[in-house]
């Protein structure tokens, strides 16, 4: 894994620095079915399904399930920190299992 955000993070560079492409592999980091990623850089993203929190090639309804979930999880988020919760708190807390009933994914 670390070798992988490594090669994108130069492919990010890259891009930033207006050399290369943007890497759309970042959708594969954030979690997006990776025939959805392909198939966007394939098609250089059109003729998609549907668009929500990224362009739908593949599985609808299962995107459209994730979407829900995406959702949800920004909804915690944005409810915890206007409680005064840090993001750093929460994903620490997360990660010790204090709030994972919380998070509705």
């Known amino acids: ?4 955000m490594d090669e994108f993070l130069i492919r990010y560079q890259a891009y930033y620095n207006d050399v290369d492409m943007f890497p759309h ?3 594969l980091f954030l979690g997006y079915p990776a025939f ?3 198939a966007f850089m394939e098609y250089k993203g ?3 399904l549907h668009t929500g929190e990224w362009k ?6 299962e ?5 829900e979930k995406y959702n949800k999880a920004k909804e915690y988020m944005i409810h915890m920190l ?3 919760i840090g993001i750093n708190a ?6 010790n299992g204090r709030y994972r009933q919380s998070i509705y994914i």
């Open 56 to 61: 739908v090639f593949g599985n609808l309804p």
């Open 82 to 84: 206007s409680k005064g």
């Open 36 to 38: 959805d990623v392909n």
């Open 25 to 27: 592999e970042i959708g």
């Open 1 to 4: 894994m670390e070798e992988l």
């Open 46 to 48: 059109k003729y998609s």
């Open 63 to 67: 995107a459209v399930q994730l979407f």
């Open 90 to 95: 929460m994903l620490k807390a997360n990660a």
